[in-house]
């Protein structure tokens, strides 16, 4: 019993290697698995060009779209049930920005090699300066998602020993221009790898999955 048990143990979480990633993806800052599509689709950071890539599932460049929008950070993606996905170009690293968005690729772009996209522009309710002082810099965001025709961002802290707090914002998934709804504060922890940095909800919209470098939110 004690040698199966330790057997299981070994082989609980381990991870099958498909292949390494293109060069071209040297920086992927989000993936996304979309309705209506058998590729994986991916971005890079910012300071990459603006391109989508779809992927099969053996790690294989199939689509390489490019995004008539600019790639000033890009951090994340996310879908919606028709199949239209949202670029989440949130990153925020000194709480400075003044021209945070999120871009929209509808579903029959993603056919096309130069894709026409519409642009949904924010702003935070609870900040005034840009940048704040170092103690109030909760602007910088890595994670969204979509869920009944509204988008979630989690915000990612940089402010010392209270690098955990984040905060979650609401905003209509659709071209225009808001000011993001506060619905929520979270404090993870207080150390550096407790910053939120990725979110998804299940597919029945009862669980969110809130991802820092030290642990999984549920």
Same mark, same amino acid.
């Given at each position: 019993?004690?040698?199966?048990?330790?057997?299981?143990?070994?082989?609980?979480?381990?991870?099958?290697?498909?292949?390494?990633?293109?060069?071209?993806?040297?920086?992927?800052?989000?993936?996304?698995?979309?309705?209506?599509?058998?590729?994986?689709?991916?971005?890079?950071?910012?300071?990459?060009?603006?391109?989508? !890539? /779809?992927? =099969?599932?053996?790690?294989?460049?199939?689509?390489? &779209?490019? $995004?008539?929008?600019? *790639?000033?950070?890009? %951090?994340?993606?996310?879908?919606?049930?028709?199949?239209?996905?949202?670029?989440?170009? !949130? /990153?925020? =690293?000194?709480?400075?920005?003044?021209?945070?968005? &999120?871009? $929209?690729?509808?579903? *029959?772009?993603?056919? %096309?090699?130069?894709?026409?996209?519409?642009?949904?522009?924010?702003?935070?309710?609870?900040?005034?300066?840009?940048?704040?002082?170092?103690?109030?810099?909760?602007?910088?965001?890595?994670?969204?998602?979509?869920?009944?025709?509204?988008?979630?961002?989690?915000?990612?802290?940089?402010?010392?020993?209270?690098?955990?707090?984040?905060?979650?914002?609401?905003?209509?998934?659709?071209?225009?221009?808001?000011?993001?709804?506060?619905?929520?504060?979270?404090?993870?922890?207080?150390?550096?790898?407790?910053?939120?940095?990725?979110?998804?909800?299940?597919?029945?919209?009862?669980?969110?999955?809130?991802?820092?470098?030290?642990?999984?939110?549920?």
């Amino acid at each position: 019993i004690h040698i199966l048990l330790l057997t299981s143990c070994q082989n609980f979480g381990q991870l099958k290697l498909i292949t390494d990633l293109p060069k071209t993806l040297k920086e992927v800052s989000g993936t996304e698995i979309v309705p209506k599509s058998d590729l994986i689709w991916i971005i890079n950071d910012g300071g990459n060009k603006p391109k989508l !890539f /779809g992927l =099969n599932k053996k790690g294989k460049i199939i689509k390489e &779209i490019n $995004i008539k929008a600019k *790639n000033h950070d890009w %951090e994340d993606l996310t879908s919606d049930e028709k199949g239209n996905i949202y670029i989440g170009d !949130f /990153g925020n =690293n000194f709480s400075k920005r003044k021209n945070l968005s &999120i871009v $929209i690729v509808e579903r *029959n772009e993603l056919d %096309e090699k130069n894709a026409e996209v519409d642009e949904i522009e924010f702003e935070y309710p609870n900040q005034n300066k840009f940048p704040p002082k170092k103690k109030n810099r909760f602007f910088d965001a890595e994670s969204f998602f979509y869920f009944k025709n509204s988008l979630y961002i989690f915000t990612k802290s940089r402010v010392k020993k209270n690098y955990g707090k984040t905060t979650m914002y609401k905003i209509p998934a659709k071209k225009g221009k808001y000011v993001a709804e506060i619905v929520g504060e979270f404090d993870n922890c207080s150390n550096l790898e407790c910053w939120i940095t990725s979110a998804d909800i299940s597919d029945d919209g009862k669980k969110v999955a809130l991802l820092s470098q030290k642990n999984v939110l549920i």
